[in-house]
Each structure stands twice: as C-alpha cells, then as structure tokens.
C-alpha cells in the first residue's frame, strides 16, 4: 500500500476509488492521470508505485520506484511516471539513467513504459472526463434512451443539437440521457473536443 505523505504545498494527496478499485495520488497532475485513465478505460487496474526496482550506476546501487502500473482491458501492461515538464527538464539528467533502467526492467517482462506529462494528460479530454464520469452511476430514464440510441442510428449525420430536437420527450429528459449515454460509452464524440451542440454523436 502507498504511503501518502502529509499534503505540502507542492502537493494535493488523496484517494481515487476507480470501478477496480483505488489508486493513491500525490499531486494534482497525478490525480488527473488517474481520472482520464479510469474514464477512457473504465475496467483499467491501476496500481500507485506499484514495484521499486534496483539497478546500478557506476559503482552506486539506485533504486527506482514508478509512479503507476496500468493494467489495460486490452492486455497492455504499462508502468507509468508522471511529471511536470518543468520537473523532466531541472532533473533530465538525473532521470535519465532511472528512466533507462525503467525500460529494461519493462521490456523484460512484456511491458512498456513511458512518462506522461501535463501535455499529454491535461486538455479537452480531461474536462470530458471530470465532466461526464459521475454521469456513469446517475438514474437514465430507459424510455428515453432507447429512443435516443434509435434517433441517432435514424439520422445521417446526428448532432447533440438535431438529436435533442428529434427525439420526442422532454428536453431536459434527452439531454440528461444524452450526457450518460456518451458517459457509459454507448454514445461516441470526440472527447479531443469540446462538447458542444454541433458535436457528432455515433453509436460505437
């Protein structure tokens, strides 16, 4: 189990529960990795410094320990360090020979390993994310939402705007199936993008 230190002013620590259990945090850009994760792959593992491993420089033994190990519905297993860019480049050499080490230990056990930044974590997918993933467990009304599913199969080329105005019931109604549709995936939109009333809506 992580240990999570008392909160600096560096840092924002916490629990995440997550479908398959609960990840650890330590910062705010860790806590949002661990929500774009957790939303765009719901049955995902994710493990917080899951291993430390041992390796040698010169004469010197380090060790390292990884931020998170993911284990993707997919079978791609994956240890992952999240840092600020502003921390890679002060401490690029210093991290250099861990992150080498890193990778060896990864390729030997079928793995991967990369750092993710602000640059690849934070952005349009991220708002979605925080946006709809407490849209997942929220009250649908049935009725609506096969009429919704059925509207958007109907229709050449559905919008969220022409969807709400074609299904016949409440707007309010069609608008919150909308929203836990596209939450539990059974709608699709490009979560690269802001949702807005002209985004595209499939059926995936």
Not at 19 to 34: I, P
Not at 132 to 151: I, Q, W
Request: charged share 20%; net charge positive; hydrophobic share 45%.
């Amino acid at each position: 189990m992580r240990r999570i230190p008392l909160s600096r002013r560096s840092h924002i620590t916490g629990f995440q529960p997550l479908a398959t259990g609960t990840a650890e945090h330590e910062s705010a850009l860790e806590r949002d990795f661990v929500t774009l994760s957790s939303f765009l792959d719901p049955h995902a593992v994710i493990t917080s410094q899951p291993i430390t491993i041992v390796y040698q420089l010169g004469a010197v033994i380090r060790r390292y320990t990884p931020d998170y190990f993911v284990s993707w519905s997919s079978g791609r297993r994956e240890i992952v360090e999240v840092k600020y860019s502003s921390d890679l480049h002060a401490n690029q050499e210093q991290l250099k020979e861990r992150f080498a080490a890193m990778q060896d230990w990864a390729r030997l056990r079928s793995a991967a390993f990369r750092v993710a930044t602000e640059r690849d974590i934070r952005g349009c997918a991220l708002e979605n994310a925080k946006r709809l993933l407490p849209l997942r467990t929220a009250p649908l009304d049935t009725e609506v939402a096969r009429s919704v599913m059925a509207t958007v199969r109907g229709l050449g080329t559905p919008t969220l705007a022409n969807v709400l105005a074609t299904v016949p019931a409440d707007r309010p109604l069609v608008l919150t199936a909308l929203w836990c549709l596209i939450a539990r995936a059974s709608l699709s939109v490009d979560l690269s993008l802001p949702i807005t009333p002209d985004s595209i809506i499939k059926v995936p």
